[in-house]
């Protein structure tokens, strides 16, 4: 898993260092992970995000070679810093993928554990909220996604066709275009039913699952850590 307080998205330091009432964690003390964050605090823009030259300082002064995909420093007690394109993850070198072996039937209504998930389902009409889920809770039209629904990990040469676009495509292109960190991409869920990938859980649903003012009767979705 990515530290859930490490991520930084778009550059976005957050909690890690830009922001006096979030000091960092103290997992991420030491001389050299101060100094990496402080730097990401220095080069903000007026939104609170670090800019690529204060990402390509890090790599810089601790080892990196530069700014661009697959970049990463190690640092002391197990932490990565890594920058794919404009996403920058501290991560820890230490955790562990969790397995995505086979497949994994979801409850539906219910509760199921998938390897490092907890996903708990529900069925109900269309709420005015339905149109608004996201990251890691989906509402879904079930008569579009026909059942069972289950849980896996990406197979190679997936397709998906993500919410918004008129046709499908690879779901590599898609994760790169997420700016999903490669090292991850194997991690992130899929929800698959008998017409294809419903759901790359943490981005986006597709198109044809979504909630419509013709869905009858609507599943959702619920990820949590765990």
Do not use: N, Y
């Not at 530069?66 to 810093?81: D, K, N, S």
């Not at 230490?94 to 554990?113: C, D, F, M, Q, Y």
């Not at 709420?127 to 896996?152: H, M, N, V, Y």
């Not at 197979?155 to 999903?180: C, E, S, T, Y």
């Amino acid at each position: 898993h990515v530290l859930p307080e490490a991520i930084v998205r778009a550059g976005v330091v957050g909690a890690l260092a830009g922001r006096d009432e979030a000091p960092p964690p103290r997992r991420v003390r030491g001389e050299r992970q101060r100094a990496a964050l402080a730097v990401l605090a220095e080069h903000q823009d007026g939104h609170g995000h670090a800019t690529a030259r204060g990402q390509r300082r890090v790599l810089e002064q601790h080892g990196g070679a530069g700014p661009g995909a697959g970049r990463q420093v190690h640092l002391p007690r197990g932490l990565v810093f890594e920058v794919e394109h404009e996403v920058a993850v501290l991560t820890s070198d230490r955790e562990e993928t969790p397995s995505w072996a086979g497949e994994h039937p979801l409850h539906i209504p219910g509760v199921t554990g998938l390897p490092g998930w907890q996903v708990a389902a529900e069925l109900g009409p269309p709420q005015p909220e339905d149109q608004k889920r996201d990251g890691l809770s989906a509402s879904l039209d079930l008569a579009a996604c026909g059942q069972p629904l289950w849980g896996r990990r990406r197979h190679p040469g997936d397709r998906f066709r993500p919410l918004g676009l008129p046709q499908p495509k690879k779901l590599q292109d898609f994760m790169v275009d997420a700016h999903i960190p490669r090292r991850h991409r194997d991690a992130v869920p899929l929800v698959v039913s008998p017409r294809g990938i419903v759901w790359v859980v943490g981005h986006r649903i597709a198109e044809w699952a979504k909630v419509t003012s013709a869905t009858e009767r609507v599943v959702r979705l619920d990820f949590q850590p765990g």
